[in-house]
């Protein structure tokens, strides 16, 4: 069974072909090479290629040829340049959703897996979010993201496609230590960051209405990330249900303080922080209710806070960036 991963050669989409590769399937990743690292991807065929550019349609739809499923995680998302820049992040991930539609549905291809993101439930009011809380995306990339889930749905109810959004929590960890979030764009990575520099991490803002004054987030190893993708493949041929959408999260929230704090522990490094003004967009909490990934899957996130965080600082050391024990501050 072959089956294409879009950004396969990125952080996420490389601990998706793995886990394919080790479950025996033959993989083709098709990524720009952008952001991916083509050494990530292993014995998979690899297809450099913008799926925004239609004039690669040809070549995209000959990538697609024979095979069974795609898994959908290229594109852009940073948020703060989805702000800076919106017509070009529409431009990346609705138009490359709609070309690699047109490919799939040119092919016969019909089982797609999306990684969509809780971007897409923008600042709720509520503790935990569930996949039926009304979307109001507050920035470009999160309404990039929303406009691909409807594109998904559309295409189910078009010509048959059997389509699944997962909307990611918070990914962070590693899954090898070589897999490591090569972007500095995220809490934890960020924080190790400063600790390279040997500065005090950063604090976006330390009054926000939570327990300990900051911003609370569902943080999700990416080996779990990864897994739901195997399993929503499952899914797509065991179940007759068309379209759906799922969170994928722990269902327990962590803050930034408590993210900074373990880290210390894990380090050993002093990671007392500096508290800044408070970051906009960020919202106070969120946390995604699992209980329905885990009724219709089967399935739960298997590691914790801690397995992430050592983890990711397993990977951080393993590259360019290690810091010397007894460095820091
Ligand atoms: C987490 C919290 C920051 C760095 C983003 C995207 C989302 C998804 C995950 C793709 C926030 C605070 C951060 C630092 C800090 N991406 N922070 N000091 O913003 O929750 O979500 O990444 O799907 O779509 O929006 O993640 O890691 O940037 O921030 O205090 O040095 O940590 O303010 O409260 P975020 P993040």
């Known amino acids: 069974m072959l089956i294409c991963v879009t950004g396969g050669a990125g952080y996420v989409g490389a601990h998706v072909v793995r886990l394919l590769q080790q479950a025996g399937l033959e993989v083709i990743v098709i990524d720009d090479l952008s952001y991916g690292d083509a050494t990530r991807v292993g014995s998979a065929e690899l297809v450099q290629l913008d799926l925004a550019d239609t004039a690669e349609l040809p070549r ?28 070009w992040y529409y431009q990346q991930n609705v138009g490359g959703m709609a070309n690699l539609l047109l490919a799939m ?8 897996v999306f990684s969509s993101s809780a971007a897409v439930y923008g600042q709720p009011s509520v503790g935990q979010v569930r996949e039926d ?13 929303l406009i691909g889930e409807w594109l998904v749905r559309d295409a189910a109810r078009a010509w048959g496609l059997r389509g699944v959004n997962l909307r990611y929590f918070n990914v962070a960890g590693a899954g090898w230590e070589e897999l490591g979030d090569p972007a500095v764009l995220n809490l934890i990575p960020m924080v190790l960051e400063k600790l390279s520099e040997g500065r005090p991490p950063a604090v976006f803002g330390g009054d926000y209405p939570t327990a300990d004054g900051t911003c609370v987030r569902d943080y999700i190893h990416v080996i779990d990330i990864a897994t739901a993708h195997m399993i929503a493949l499952d899914y797509l041929d065991r179940d007759q ?89």
């Open 133 to 145: 809380l009304d979307l109001k995306p507050i920035n470009p990339y999160g309404e990039s993201k």
């Open 60 to 87: 995209l739809q000959a990538a697609l040829d024979g095979c069974t499923a795609v898994v959908h995680i290229a594109g852009r998302k940073q948020v703060g340049e989805s702000v800076e820049r919106p017509a």
């Open 241 to 329: 249900r068309p379209f759906d959408s799922f969170n994928v999260g722990t269902g327990a929230g962590a803050s930034v303080r408590q993210v900074i704090e373990m880290i210390g522990e894990v380090t050993g490094l002093d990671t007392t922080p500096a508290v800044k003004p408070r970051r906009p967009g960020d919202p106070a909490v969120l946390i995604g209710a699992v209980d329905r990934i885990e009724q219709t899957f089967e399935w739960k996130a298997q590691h914790d806070l801690r397995s992430i965080i050592d983890s990711s600082w397993r990977a951080w050391q393993a590259g360019p960036r290690r810091i010397a024990s007894g460095a820091g501050r």
């Open 105 to 112: 549905q040119a092919q016969d291809v019909d089982r797609l």
